[in-house]
């Protein structure tokens, strides 16, 4: 009797402690430079309409922007009518709420077979997701994509699942609030059915063919993806434009998330701790190796060596596989003590990271002091740098560039580059562009480059950001 009291807590339990993790994962928002452009663009988006011209650049001004984000702009700033200053908290735990719910309410029962396992699991999804909290439409996406593998996996398991009925609509929102990334739904549709289509035993591994059914359920939504991505305020130029950024080598290789994975960067050791925790999982299960399963692996992984902003995408793929082959373990009268003490200290820490983040602060690199100065010089053709962009933005500053690189690219990005980290001679570069005023960061070449000019005087300096202005004779 005590024995089955006792299973009967441990999926109470279990389930708090999800949704304690959860809370707690969201209360780690952070606000990094896009955010500010994003809200400044919501914020446009609310009053006029969706924007498909740059309007925060004085150099681009005018030029097509594909703002493949514009929806989630608009709820940002939906968010910020409603709840005001604490809107990027509600959005994130809103965003985590919602991926963990999607992510672990599938795989629940399969989760609880061995609670150290799934623990040690959780610590993963700590460390892989831990930079990701932050008020920026990825935070959606990954819901989406994990909507995505559950229908697909699910028809998988049960011919009769109708899961993936709603994929469409879901790619139809994910192309309008990142659709960067929405072609993912098809790409993955494409997987499933080409996967589908073997049936063999080769050593560990072993393929189910899947039936007639199931590939023409698989192959409509596939198709009907196709034409989701497509229904957007830029239309056909959506489905071509991940694959256009894709080949930006110059933004790939100068954007920190956009870096591929390496063994020299310490922090991407935890990549690489994590795929080799999946690999030897399935390697040392007692069960065979699903073709599926390997196919999709294969696939996720490709992306996170390929770029570490993909590294989540593994942890939700594998999040609907990998408890399969796990072996499952015995519960003792300790389970859900533990469970339920977990529970508390995620809540304790939730109200420590609380009181340090409320009130959340609006000022990444630039304080008020650098915005006042600014604000009464008025420059017209402003040089600053990368990080600065979307804070000048969200003051209503125009830019010469800012984290839409994909918009910079063909224009200005790579002189920039050139001149910041004086790459080449900048008196060309600066003639060119005719800069009124630099805003820098104190170590970069450019500023050494401007100290040692007479025709350019340092006329604000806190910390590491300097202002220059062009003397004018």
């Known amino acids: ?62 030029q097509y922007w594909m703002s493949h984000e514009w929806l989630f702009e608009w709820i940002l700033y939906g968010l910020k009518h409603l709840f005001g200053s604490i809107h990027p908290l509600v959005y994130s735990l809103l965003g985590m709420g919602l991926l963990s719910f999607i992510l672990f ?42 909507y995505t593998i559950w229908s697909l996996s699910d028809l998988y398991k049960n011919e009769e699942s109708k899961k993936i009925y709603f994929l469409p609509v879901v790619t139809l929102l994910w192309a309008n609030i990142h659709g960067g990334s929405s072609n993912l739904s098809y790409l993955l549709c494409f997987l499933f059915l080409f996967g589908g289509l073997f049936s063999f035993q080769f050593k560990k591994i072993e393929a189910k063919k899947m039936n007639k059914k199931k590939r023409k359920k698989i192959f409509l939504v596939m198709i009907l993806c196709m034409f989701a991505v497509c229904i957007n305020p830029h239309g056909f130029k959506m489905f071509l434009y991940p694959y256009q950024n894709m080949m930006d080598t110059t933004m790939i290789h100068n954007i920190s998330e ?20 999946v690999i030897f999982t399935m390697l040392f299960s007692e069960k065979k190796i699903q073709w599926m399963d390997f196919l999709l692996l294969g696939f996720v992984s490709y992306l996170g060596l390929k770029s570490i902003r993909f ?70 053709r402003l040089f600053n740098m990368y990080d600065f962009g979307g804070e000048l933005i969200y003051h209503d500053i125009p830019v010469f560039i800012d984290g839409r690189a994909d918009l910079y690219g063909k224009y200005n990005y790579k002189d920039y580059l050139d001149l910041s980290m004086l790459q080449k001679d900048p008196v060309p570069l600066i003639q060119k562009y005719d800069f009124d005023y630099f805003l820098v960061k104190k170590d970069y070449p450019i500023t050494f480059y401007l100290k040692n000019q007479d025709e350019y005087e340092c006329i604000y300096q806190k910390k590491e950001i300097l202002l220059y202005k062009k003397i004018v004779n």
């Open 311 to 380: 590294w989540p995408f593994i942890y939700i793929a594998m999040t609907y596989l990998i408890f399969h082959y796990v072996k499952p373990r015995k519960m003792d009268h300790g389970t859900s003590f533990c469970l339920g003490a977990l529970s508390i200290v995620l809540v304790s820490l939730t109200v420590l990271f609380g009181k340090a983040l409320l009130p959340i602060s609006y000022q990444l690199n630039l304080d008020s002091s650098i915005v006042e100065v600014l604000e009464k010089e008025k420059p017209e």
């Open 258 to 277: 956009w870096r591929s994975t390496s063994l020299n960067e310490g922090y991407h050791l935890f990549y690489y701790a994590f795929l080799l925790f």
């Open 1 to 62: 009797m005590k024995k089955n009291l006792m299973n009967k807590k441990n999926p109470f339990f279990f389930s708090l402690l999800l949704i304690s993790f959860a809370v707690f994962m969201g209360f780690l928002i952070r606000l990094d430079p896009d955010y500010f452009w994003h809200i400044k663009a919501g914020e446009v988006i609310f009053h006029n309409g969706v924007l498909t011209k740059d309007i925060f650049s004085w150099f681009v001004s005018g």
């Open 105 to 146: 309410y599938p795989n629940l029962e399969e989760m609880q077979k061995n609670i150290p396992y799934t623990l040690l699991y959780l610590i993963f999804f700590f460390v892989l997701f831990v930079g990701c909290v932050q008020a920026r439409p990825h935070l959606i996406s990954y819901s989406f994509l994990a």
